[in-house]
């Protein structure tokens, strides 16, 4: 990959978001760091203080309008973008599937799965534009695999995010374009949750550095990537509980 090129990432500032960013600039990858917040993406850029590899646009996946406009504005920047990572998460709240209002239910796909769904639409077509090589790469959890208690409502989302992953990649196999999913084998770790968090979680820097390894290492034939395994998701399932 030509360190010229752009990577596009999709959810910045968020726990993992940010972390990635900060490894891929480290690697003097030039990156766009996406997120709705203005204000948190320059404390984002103000930490990182590397403007020649780092570019900070707010915009938001929430809608086909909005998508437009973002990625509009991207392609204004004038660089190829090879790699979009969609770090995109709705919040994690607990509670019991069958209590929940269809609209909330509603909720955990708009964030969780529309709108990487609306960025895959917007970003693919940007992607073949650079030519052969481009990878979108959405970020799932260890929920996809199991139903978690009090965690229903995104079991589905995620199990839902897996699928999407297998539709687009199939849909868009005439591009030269690589569709994978990074599916995380538990919580993930991070400074944000640092008081309650279980020693057995994958921190956000160990999936940042798998990100980066897959933006360096291109395997075309895996469509979904597994970082950690069940017996890990078991352990934390009763930490993820207390910790809710």
Known sequence: MNLNDTI???????????????????????????????????????????????????GSVASEAQADQLTRAIRGEGHPVTAVISALRGPVESGRLLSRSATEFAQA??????????????????????????????????????????????SVAASALQM???VIREEAKELPVTVQELQIGTPVRSEANADCSCPDWIGADQVARHVVTLVERRDSAIPIVQLGTYEEKRRARPALRSAS
């Open 109 to 154: 796909f708009e964030s969780d799965v529309v709108a990487p769904f609306i960025a895959a639409k917007h970003f693919l077509p940007l992607l073949a534009e650079a030519g052969p090589g481009g990878l979108y790469l959405l970020l799932g959890g260890p929920m996809a695999s199991c139903a978690w208690s009090g965690y229903g409502h995104l």
């Open 8 to 58: 596009v990432v999709l959810g910045a500032t968020g726990n993992i978001g940010r972390e990635i960013t900060a490894q891929l600039v480290a690697r003097k990858y030039r990156v766009v760091a996406v997120a709705r917040n203005a204000e948190r993406l320059k404390t984002l850029a103000a930490r990182i203080d590397d403007p020649d590899h780092l570019s900070i646009v707010p």
């Open 164 to 166: 999407l992953t297998h």
